[in-house]
T-cell receptor
Framework: AQTVTQSQPEMSVQEAETVTLSCTYD???????LFWYKQPPSRQMILVIR??????QNATENRFSVNFQKAAKSFSLKISDSQLGDAAMYFC???????????FGKGTHLIIQP | DAGVTQSPTHLIKTRGQHVTLRCSPI?????VSWYQQVLGQGPQFIFQ???????GRGNFPDRFSARQFPNYSSELNVNALLLGDSALYLC????????????FGDGTRLSIL
């Protein structure tokens, strides 16, 4: 079974600075997809960014980018120019190419200090 | 366009009762998945339905069941409720294909007394 590990229960960053959230995963599959989701206190899970395992190029979405290290099974999220609205729980998630459900990590609580 | 809608928003039940949670996917999405999120944890996968058939199941007891209707909406049923079933239940919909992102609803907060 696949597992997703987020080793940082909580991270704090000053507004406008850069922060990196860590995620590692364990799988024996070669075809899979990785996602970062954001869950603010309003509780709706919002997709931040996704990465296909077969793509070597790291995904980027505006201020959000990932560092995907396939051999190391690492998938970190970098948030540049942090904004107050970025404060939320961030979950790393894995999905098999066989199209089963998502496997989530335990999450990282991101605090943005003004 | 409307997002994924779930009802009810909150629900309080007692041990031993059963509950039905409902989900309407984004228009055009034929795949619906259900997740359980216990406080302080990441969501755990319960079921995936596509074209009205179960396509995936997580490690949950038989007390949990679901179905998908011809209009692609879905119901999650839980029988013989236990205190440990208290959680946020999330529904997600997506287009076909494992590369397609899942879009989540606001969830149903279920409390068991």
């Amino acid at each position: 079974a696949q597992t997703v590990t987020q080793s940082q229960p909580e991270m704090s960053v000053q507004e406008a600075e850069t922060v990196t959230l860590s995620c590692t995963y364990d799988t024996s599959e070669s075809d899979y997809y990785l996602f970062w989701y954001k869950q603010p206190p309003s509780r709706q899970m919002i997709l931040v960014i996704r990465q296909e395992a077969y793509k070597q190029q790291n995904a980027t979405e505006n201020r959000f980018s990932v560092n995907f290290q396939k051999a190391a099974k690492s998938f970190s999220l970098k948030i540049s120019d942090s904004q107050l609205g970025d404060a939320a729980m961030y979950f790393c998630a894995y999905r098999s190419g066989g199209a089963d459900g998502l496997t989530f990590g335990k999450g990282t609580h991101l605090i943005i200090q003004p | 366009d409307a997002g994924v809608t779930q009802s009810p928003t909150h629900l309080i039940k007692t041990r031993g009762q059963h509950v039905t949670l409902r989900c309407s996917p984004i228009s055009g999405h034929k795949s619906v998945s259900w997740y359980q999120q216990v406080l302080g944890q990441g969501p755990q996968f319960i079921f995936q339905y596509y074209e009205k058939e179960e396509r995936g199941r997580g490690n949950f007891p038989d007390r949990f069941s679901a179905r998908q209707f011809p209009n692609y909406s879905s119901e999650l049923n839980v029988n013989a409720l236990l205190l440990g079933d208290s959680a946020l239940y999330l529904c997600a919909s997506s287009l076909a294909g494992s590369n397609q992102p899942q879009h989540f609803g606001d969830g149903t907060r279920l409390s068991i007394l």
